[in-house]
């Protein structure tokens, strides 16, 4: 019996199917990096250089530049009434003196103006970082705790939080506590100015390293600090400015959280090994008297 011959298309076909299956799992896991991939930035305006890519696990990162000519800077859209806002961040490498890093909350720049701040201090090549942190109330401030980090800060991305509720604010490193700010009802602080997500590259000869001492070496420019991982679990306000906020459902945990005995134990270990300023130990700047919170602290 003569055998059969195939035509050039039968014998096409199963070279077809394997080409289009092999296809087809080079795509899928392409096109499922692809959706992972999302645009935290999105929610932000921003000012200056900002450069954004997504690194090999799909995380979006924003870098901002700082250059002779201009900072750079992203502004939430949303305002905010409360919540748990994290990031990470790798800090400018090397010579970074005069520069200065932030991340931060604010209602506005008027004289009444609310604020919550995590700035980074520029530093001269294998100085400790100094993060400075300070809470504004009404217009009133002057209450910084200033650590030095315990690592380097540019070498990777570390983890930077700040917790804010009507009970307290929780400054957090890498998930440690550093600083509590607690509410006292007699004396100011944050309740009711919906506030912005910050963060900010600049320069701050004038103040950040050694109090001015050491301005930035343009020769060692551009500058580059990044952003990764941005979340904010926060109540939403009300975007016509009549009041009232939006709050996540089931996942709003930090409207309760205070200090706990964790917390007080990683506070203590930041004074013990970490705090190089404390308001509440500068006499020079307030010689009639500390503000209210530094005797209930």
Not at 8 to 35: D, E
Not at 122 to 129: D, M, V, Y
Request: proline share 5%.
């Amino acid at each position: 019996m003569a055998r059969r011959q195939r035509s050039p298309s039968a014998l096409l076909m199963p070279l077809s199917t394997l080409a289009v299956t092999i296809i087809l799992s080079i795509l899928r896991p392409a096109a499922a990096t692809a959706s992972a991939k999302q645009s935290w930035l999105d929610e932000f305006t921003t000012d200056g250089e900002v450069r954004s890519d997504f690194d090999r696990s799909g995380k979006q990162v924003a870098s901002l530049v700082l250059d002779e000519s201009s900072g750079a800077g992203f502004n939430s859209t949303q305002k905010y009434l409360f919540g748990e806002f994290t990031v990470e961040m790798k800090l400018v490498p090397g010579n970074s003196a005069g520069t200065v890093t932030s991340f931060y909350l604010t209602s506005g720049e008027g004289d009444d103006h609310d604020e919550i701040d995590m700035e980074f201090m520029g530093n001269s090549t294998n100085a400790p970082t100094v993060l400075n942190t300070n809470v504004w109330a009404s217009g009133d401030g002057k209450k910084e705790h200033q650590f030095y980090l315990w690592f380097d800060p540019s070498a990777d991305f570390h983890k930077y939080a700040i917790i804010w509720n009507d009970k307290n604010i929780i400054f957090r490193v890498d998930d440690v506590t550093v600083r509590v700010f607690r509410r006292y009802n007699d004396l100011p602080y944050p309740t009711s100015r919906p506030m912005a997500v910050h963060a900010t590259l600049w320069d701050g000869s004038y103040w950040a390293t050694e109090k001015g001492k050491v301005p930035i070496d343009w020769s060692a420019g551009p500058f580059v600090v990044s952003y990764r991982g941005y979340t904010a679990n926060a109540c939403v306000a009300a975007a016509d400015g009549g009041g009232g906020s939006t709050c996540p459902v089931g996942k709003n945990e930090w409207m309760q959280r205070e200090q706990d005995d964790t917390d007080r134990l990683t506070v203590a270990w930041a004074r013990r090994n970490c705090l190089q300023y404390n308001y509440c130990e500068d006499g020079w700047r307030f010689p009639g008297g500390f503000p209210g919170e530094c005797s209930r602290e």
